[in-house]
C-alpha cells in the first residue's frame, strides 16, 4: 500500500521517501519535507508517538494521520495539535485535498 500510495503522489507530481517504521521516519527525516503521510499503525511503534516526535523536531510540520482501524477514536487529540487525518479506505481526492489542507495550515502565518 505504501508503495502505491507513493507511486500515486509521484504522478500528482509529489517528491516522495518512502519509509515502513517508525524509527525510519524519524531516521529519515528531513526539515525540509513539506509534508509527512503517517499510518498510525506502524510495526515497531505507535504512529502518535511519531507524531509528537517529528514535531519536537519541527513544531509547524504539517502533517496527514491515516487509519483504518478503531485509532480513529484517540486522533482528536492530534487533530487539535494540528493533525489532518483521513481514515483508510481513502479516495485519491481525499488524500490530496488531506495533503493540500495540511500544506497550506503549515505555511499560513502563526
Same mark, same amino acid.
Given at each position: 500500500?505504501?508503495? &502505491?500510495?507513493?507511486?500515486? #503522489?509521484? #504522478? %500528482? ?9 517508525? +524509527?525510519? +521516519?524519524? +531516521?529519515?527525516? /528531513?526539515? &525540509?519535507? /513539506?509534508?509527512?503521510?503517517? =499510518?498510525?499503525?506502524?510495526? /515497531?511503534? &505507535?504512529?502518535? =508517538?511519531?507524531?509528537? $516526535?517529528?514535531?519536537?523536531?519541527? $513544531? ?12 480513529? +477514536? =484517540?486522533?482528536?487529540? #492530534? ?13 485519491? %481526492? ?13 505555511? $499560513?502565518?502563526?
Amino acid at each position: 500500500v505504501g508503495r &502505491s500510495t507513493a507511486r500515486l #503522489l509521484e #504522478l %500528482e507530481g509529489f517528491e516522495t521517501h518512502l519509509v515502513e517504521t517508525g +524509527a525510519g +521516519a524519524l +531516521a529519515a527525516f /528531513d526539515e &525540509s519535507f /513539506d509534508v509527512v503521510l503517517l =499510518d498510525l499503525v506502524l510495526p /515497531d511503534r &505507535s504512529g502518535q =508517538d511519531v507524531f509528537r $516526535a517529528l514535531r519536537t523536531r519541527r $513544531a509547524d510540520l504539517p502533517v496527514v494521520l491515516f487509519s483504518g482501524y478503531g485509532e480513529q +477514536a =484517540d486522533v482528536s487529540r #492530534l487533530l487539535a495539535e494540528g493533525a489532518q487525518f483521513i481514515p483508510k479506505p481513502f479516495e485519491v %481526492e481525499e488524500l490530496l485535498g488531506a495533503l493540500a489542507k495540511a500544506i497550506a495550515r503549515g505555511r $499560513a502565518p502563526n
